[in-house]
């Protein structure tokens, strides 16, 4: 037993996030930890780290106890991570970020060429796209995380700890990512692998530890005893909701948005489709297929240079997400929902009422106390927002409540398109099947969802009809059964039968 | 947690006491602080300076910063005191005069901002210079003497210990601390510096969210300057020369956050009274006044790292 947490407790104010926590862990093997938002496993993660100290408990590595000062303690000792929040250095190129901890010399100065070859080793691992020269903040959300993999990779750590490496890229790196720990195992790495993906979770882990409000409820048994019923009941504490959605009639005689032959400043080209009422349209593709850049240049975020778009059949220039709201009463939830979706430092209230204030405001202008929690109270109880008050820091709130807050903020401008990215990232089995419905929901409504997703069983429970995008155009349509197999088969032999093709050149 | 640590845990708690204890001492210690007249004098030079301390309030409110907020209050204060003396206009009129030229600067800053994509701070330490150019050429460093009678005596006139002039900081005071908690403008200010992108994507249009902080914090340092010219009975050109690290030092002190998203008008108006009291207690101690810059920035230090403290202690618990 490599790595072993005897009895480890937390407690940060006002929540006790880990009681008498315990978890074992071998060389050779992968382990699972499971558990909802909150449950306690980042936690636990940073305690091993070295980021946090436990109040009571201990680690011990190869028998013997061990105590992290700091996380470059943790480093030393032959711990790497990659943790659920960026740590990357915006303005630094990849391959510095990569092997920031050292950085290689030659005659005292940093050895650039030395950095580049180190670098595109561990990042061929997963992705040979990555340019290592590049400075990260040119990257996409989904490049971030595989240059944070490779960061870790590159410790050449006997301990691995992987808080939701698979939270924002695709199943084509996944796989990727998914043979190179089989690799490290073999080779004697312990690896701990957080992810609220059961289907990930069954396909690699060995073990299994399960904790739930802050307690173990399952302490490393094997993942081959295991059913996905038996795992969510643990995490969740029942059994988990079926996917299987509400029927939705969407009216296809209404067209709300349609793009016709658009081409962008992104580089898309020929993209044209339809979005009907009450219609739930999905967005497939890849990482870099350029499905965030399409919905971005459609509500003025980028230049739309040829084409036409037209809102409930009336031709539409989309100046900015001003005009987008208040003109076309278009809403927009951005896949990185603490940068460009929330007001981390300002309330509930303010988040969500963000987009009313000119509509609440009386006679004179102004916006009292009352009319805003009169406007936004009832999106909040309907949206089961759970929080203490509505005057709470909306950074103090969980991953799936603030993403509630972000689709309640649109529910109360009284949206007629919703254009959602990556909506379920990084958030918990309940809460995410709550979204699911509360999006179906929204959609039987009357309101039109242009839904963005990698999460293919996502995509499979919730549109209607799914567009696959790869290489900057729109590469095929499915309908949508709502069969996993067939549905999930269909999209990417879609997205193989043009990968091979020539690009072609304007 | 004790009450002591409680207390200190609230905003601008330790401002109060701050200046709790500066009034009990220099009651205390010398007999002239609590006479009419040095409450009166004291009071006076709180006015200019709480304007002051909300031009930057505002800009830093909204994520930027307003280098020029004392360069255009020199400006405004010779085009006042200009057109009056010059061209005889009348106070009536020269006043929202004034105050459109604090405006017209400031839309110079927020415009040159949005549309260059420049930093505003970049902007405005340009545009600082070229004011101040303008200012000391036009006047050759020679000031307006000639005020109205009218504007003087408003400058010096009291009801017991309290200044004429304070009618303009309590106006001021009142409409900031409504605008930014009650109107709809305020509000889109205060959230696009809490996230401008989240902002943005929101509907927040970004130009007018910079644009209108930088008009609203050139008119705020236009007021400034027409009650620095009444208050000194002639418009000097030198007006607003130490004027920036007064606009940094009131909003800070009074728990802004340097990254925008959060002001207090309280607290900015706290902390310009402390400073009023330290200024004054120097005087009657018959300190060298350089002194208050060292204690000012002494002052900038201690509330930074209270509020840091307070950051910390509120997570940690």
Known sequence: MVLAIEGVSKTFPGVRALEDVSLDVNSGEIHALMGENGAGKSTLIKIITGVHRPDTGRILLDGNPATFATPRAALAAGIGAVHQERNLIPRFSVGENILLERLPTKNALVDYSTIDREARRYLAMLDRSIDTRLEVRALSVAQMQIVEIAKALSLEAKILLMDEPTASITEHETAALFTLLRKLRADGVAIVFVSHKLEEVFAIADRVTVLRDGKNVAIGGPMA???????????????????????????????????????????????????????????????????????????????????????????????????????????????????????????????????????????????????????????????????????????????????????????????????????????????KAYLHELLSEIARGGVSVLLISSDMPEMVALADRILVMHGFRLVGEVANDHRYESVSKAIMSRIHAVEDEPVAVE | MSGFRRVLLLEWSGLALAILIGCAALAIFTPNFLTEFNIYVT???????????????????????????????????????????????????????????????????????????????????????????????????????????????????????????????????????????????????????????????????????????????????????????????????????????????????????????YISVLGTTFAVILIALIENGMVLANVDPYWVQFLLGALILAAVGLNRWRAIAARSG
């Open chain 1, 225 to 431: 005893a295991m059913t996905r019923q038996k795992l969510v009941s643990l995490m969740i504490g029942r059994d988990e909701r079926i996917a299987k959605l509400t029927e939705r009639n969407p009216d296809r005689s209404a067209t709300v948005l349609e793009a016709r032959g658009l081409a962008t400043s992104f580089g898309h080209h020929d993209v044209s489709f339809l979005l009907h009422r009450g219609e739930i349209l999905g967005l497939y593709g890849l990482v870099g297929a350029g499905r965030s850049e399409l919905v971005r240049a459609i509500i003025g975020d980028g230049r739309i240079i040829r084409g036409e778009l037209f809102v409930r059949e009336k031709p539409a220039r989309i100046a900015d997400m001003h005009a987008a709201l208040t003109q076309y009463r278009i809403g927009y939830i951005s896949e990185d929902r603490k940068q460009e979706g929330l007001i981390l430092m300002h309330s509930v209230k303010t988040n969500v009422a963000v987009t009313i204030w000119g509509r609440i405001a009386n006679a004179l202008g102004l916006i009292t106390k009352a009319a805003e929690s009169r406007a936004i109270t009832p999106f909040v109880e309907r949206l089961e927002i759970r929080t203490p008050s509505l005057d709470q820091a909306v950074g103090n709130l969980s991953g799936g409540n603030q993403q509630k807050v972000s689709i309640a903020k649109w529910l109360a401008a009284n949206v007629d398109i919703l254009i959602v990215d990556e909506p379920t990232v990084g958030i918990d089995v309940k809460t």
């Open chain 2, 43 to 261: 009071l006076r030079s709180f006015c200019v300076a709480l304007l002051v301390g909300f031009a930057q309030m505002v800009t830093l409110g909204v994520g930027q910063m307003n280098i020029a907020v004392g360069a255009l209050g020199g400006l405004v204060a010779i085009v006042f005191g200009g057109v009056m003396e010059t061209y005889g206009v009348p106070i009536a009129l020269a006043v929202p005069l004034a105050l459109v030229v604090g405006a017209l600067g400031g839309l110079i800053n927020g415009i040159l901002t949005v549309r260059t994509g420049i930093n505003g701070f970049i902007i405005t330490l340009a545009t600082a210079s070229a004011f101040t150019g303008i200012n000391f050429g036009i006047t050759e460093s020679i000031p307006f003497y000639k005020m109205p009678p009218a504007l003087v005596a408003f400058g010096e006139q009291r009801i017991g210990a309290f200044p004429y002039l304070l009618v303009a900081p309590i106006i001021v005071t009142a409409f900031l601390a409504v605008f930014f908690s009650r109107t709809v403008l305020g509000r889109q200010l205060l959230a696009y510096g809490g996230n401008p992108q989240a902002a943005e994507l929101s509907g927040i249009p970004r130009e007018r969210a910079i644009v209108m902080a930088h008009v609203i914090s050139g008119t705020l340092a236009a007021s400034a300057a027409v009650l620095a010219v009444a208050q000194l009975g002639s418009a000097q050109p030198s007006i607003g020369t130490d004027w920036l690290l007064l606009s940094f030092a009131a909003p800070i002190i009074g728990g802004a956050a340097l990254t925008g998203g």
